[in-house]
Structure formats: C-alpha cells, structure tokens
C-alpha cells in the first residue's frame, strides 16, 4: 500500500493494488504518466533527474504526459515501480517523509558516498539500496 501512496494512490492509480498480481497486471497495462508525477512531487525531482533514474529521455516523459491515456510502456513502469518501493521503504525506516527523501538525494557512506537516487536505476543499485536500508532498520552500523 505504501507503494501505491508514492504513486499518487486511487486518484492516480485508479485502484490501490492489494497483491502481486495487481501489481504487475498494472505495470503490464502501463503506469499512469501522473504516477510519474506523483513521485516527482514526493521526492522533489526534476524531469532530467526522473528521466536518468528511469533510463528515458525527457522527451518520452513528455509525450506519456499528452497522450490520450497518458500511460508509460512497461519498462518504465516496471522502473517507476522499483523507485516508488524504494522511496517507500526509506520512509518506513527513517520514520518520516522529509528524512527520507534527503535520504535519499544525499551522497550515503554506506553507499560509497553516492546518492541512492543515483543507484536506483539499475536493479543491483535498487537492491543495494534496499540492502542499506533494512541494515539501517536493524540497527547494523553502514
């Protein structure tokens, strides 16, 4: 559920997802463009930074955002998918919104010193990520 508030909720989504299977039905259909947006909003990115973390151009952004149905193809929604559950799970860890998201924008030791938003577009950086946090979460010093 945690995914989907980064994604903007019902408003965007249509439904909350409840299971895997929603999920990727959803990512297959492709994520709303406002989905995209959403996430913008929530970690304050720019679209030149959205589009490196998602690995398209600006341009592909943009034209989600004015097309009739305004929906991403499944390899960027599977992408905005895996940023959305790794803003959501740095929000669990950290407790609040705001440390989370400057978390997440700040060069981290545990990470070599880049930026997790840096490493988000790749699954082994996501999964690093993810790694930090729930050592984080445990209390293991990173």
Do not use: F
């Not at 019902?10 to 959803?26: V, Y």
């Not at 720019?46 to 034209?63: E, K, N, Q, Y």
């Not at 895996?82 to 924008?105: F, G, P, Q």
């Not at 880049?114 to 577009?121: E, Q």
């Amino acid at each position: 559920m945690r995914v989907a508030d980064v994604l903007g909720g019902t408003k965007t989504l249509g439904e909350r997802p409840k299971n895997t299977d929603d999920w990727m039905a959803l990512i297959e259909t492709g994520l709303p463009a406002a989905a995209a947006e959403a996430i913008k909003d929530v970690v304050g990115l720019d679209d030149p930074t959205l589009a490196v973390v998602l690995g398209v151009s600006i341009r592909t952004i943009a034209r989600a955002r004015s097309t009739r149905d305004g929906r991403l193809d499944s390899v960027v929604s599977d992408r905005l998918y895996r940023l959305a559950r790794l803003v959501a799970i740095a929000r669990v860890v950290l407790e609040h919104d705001d440390k989370a998201v400057h978390w997440l924008t700040h060069p981290q030791p545990g990470l070599g010193d880049r930026r997790p938003i840096d490493l988000a577009k790749s699954e082994p950086g996501a999964r690093e990520i993810e790694n930090l946090l729930l050592r984080i979460e445990h209390g293991v010093y990173s």
